[in-house]
Each structure stands twice: as C-alpha cells, then as structure tokens.
C-alpha cells in the first residue's frame, strides 16, 4: 500500500506571490487585523473526531477550553476557507493531500502549503485559505477553543492497572506544538503546549501511549487499520482509516497494527511544554509567527 501522505523531509511549504488568483471584489469580504478576506465558505466540509473539556482532565489553568480535532476537505476549483482570527483559539493543521494556499495577517505574501506541510496558528494571526487547484485539499487540524458553559474542574482519576507493552515497528515524530501559556500571555494556559504527532506502525508493530494523566490525546487514522487497547475498556476497538478516538481521564493505551500495510496515526495533546524539550520537530513550515 502506497502512504497517502507526503514523507515529512521531501514535504513542501513554501511562500507564493503576492497575487490573488481569486478576486477580492467577486466575493463578500470583511477586514480582521488588517487582513481582507471572504467573509463565507465555499465548497468546503470538517467532520470532526473528537471534542473533549479539558476541565475533566484537571487542567484548571485552561478550563472553560476543549481539545478538538477535526478532518477537513477543501474541494478544487476554489474552495475557501473564509477569513477568521485565532485570538482565542491556539491551532496545529496540517496538510495530508493537495495544495492550498493561506493568507495570514503576519506573513507579506500568501502561503503554498503542500502535502506534509503544517501550519501553527498562535497569537492574534487571522488568516484564510483558498484551494485554486483542481483537486480537493485534505487538512487534519487539532485546536483549543473557549466552550461555553460553566467550568468545571474535576480531579484526573488514578490510572487503573494496565500493562503497556514496548514500542515496535513504529516510529512517533513531533510534527510541531503552539506554546498555550504564550498564546494567552501568561493569563492561561501555564505550562501547557498543545502539541501535534504523526506515527507510521507497521504491520505487526505497536506503539504504547506517550502521555500521562492529565494529557488528554485525541488519535487519528490516516491510512491503514489499527487496533486500539485500553485501560478504560475491557474490549479493544478497531480504528480504520478516518476514524478517531479521544483518550483522557488518565487512562493508558496502545495501538497495534494487525493489518498487512503500514497504519499512519495523528494525534493532537494538551501537554506540559517541558515534555517537549529537546524533541526535534519536524512538520515543515512556510512560515512561523514573528519570522
């Protein structure tokens, strides 16, 4: 079986023209943070994977917030992704498929994301996106967003008895994280990173869960089948390609690859940002905020 995605190190983000292939006076548009942008979408969808508050995990310097993931498909022939702000909503996206271009309220040119290429959105950005190919765009995207309702902080249950078996014919990589503290200025979010992951398991391979209590991880399946182990549950659940699961309450897990064909895993973490010290990050960037 052939990957579906790109490999990390041949993956390519780079800056375009200045130019607009759509034009501006055909669309609704509106101004955010200096940017003008479509004000509505335009042949695109999300299907969301899992949405948790990150309350019930007791993380209290971020309650009232939720994790999320959700997979997005930008069709051809201009799909757009309309103009909005990331104020208060630190995200991870990145490219699975086809070639998109965004606009953002700190980068001079707009910017070609290819297959493999990833995209932070922290502080005060606004952008857009605009597929102007004729083949629809894959994103996978992971953010904290402010939920409304009343927040509750609840304490991280105690890991039940669970045996984690060593990691084996998989490889984990850190594709990129948004520092939360950072994005909030220090008013939320210390000490906390949301952090996003891609793992390849190969056939007969197992990769264990790499957070602790108190690190909510949402998982993806890109591509191939696994079979998901845990400590919450007595009977395994098979995950095929674009199904997910949301892991927190300080449960543990493990995925393992029963299948004949690699299995290509996403995850998205809340984190401790000091767990992320000295791990290379490899997702591909155009541009990164204040470069």
Do not use: C
Not at 152 to 158: G, I, K, L, W, Y
Not at 170 to 176: C, D, F, P, S, T
Not at 267 to 276: C, N, W
């Amino acid at each position: 079986m052939t990957f579906r995605t790109a490999t990390l190190g041949l993956a390519i983000a780079a800056l375009g023209t200045t130019a607009f292939a759509l034009e501006l006076d055909s669309v609704k548009t509106r101004v955010l943070n200096g940017l003008e942008g479509p004000s509505g979408p335009k042949n695109i969808s999300n299907q969301p994977i899992a949405n948790a508050p990150l309350a019930e995990e007791g993380l209290s310097q971020i309650s009232g917030y939720n994790l999320r993931t959700r997979s997005w498909n930008i069709s051809g022939d201009t799909g757009i992704v309309p103009i909005h702000s990331h104020v208060d909503r630190p995200a991870i996206v990145f490219t699975l498929t086809g070639e998109i271009f965004e606009y953002r309220s700190d980068a001079a040119e707009r910017i070609r994301h290819s297959a493999g290429g990833l995209s932070l959105e922290e502080g005060d950005v606004t952008h857009w996106w605009l597929n102007e190919g004729p083949e629809d765009v894959r994103l996978i995207a992971f953010d904290v967003f402010n939920a409304p309702g009343e927040a509750v902080v609840a304490d991280t249950p105690a890991q039940q008895d669970f045996d984690l078996p060593d990691q084996s014919g998989a490889v984990l990589e850190l594709l990129g994280l948004v520092d939360i503290e950072g994005h909030y200025d220090g008013e939320k979010g210390d000490g906390l990173a949301l952090s996003a992951y891609r793992a390849v398991i190969e056939p007969g391979g197992v990769l264990p869960s790499f957070v602790a209590a108190g690190e909510p991880l949402q998982v993806w399946v890109w591509d191939g089948v696994v079979t998901e182990h845990r400590s919450d549950s007595d009977t395994p659940v098979t995950l095929a390609a674009e199904e997910g699961t949301h892991l927190g309450g300080g449960a543990q897990a493990y995925w393992q690859n029963l299948g004949d064909a690699p299995a290509v895993l996403f995850f998205g973490v809340v984190e401790p940002i000091t767990e992320t010290e000295g791990v290379p990050q490899v997702g591909v960037q155009a541009h990164h905020a204040g470069q």
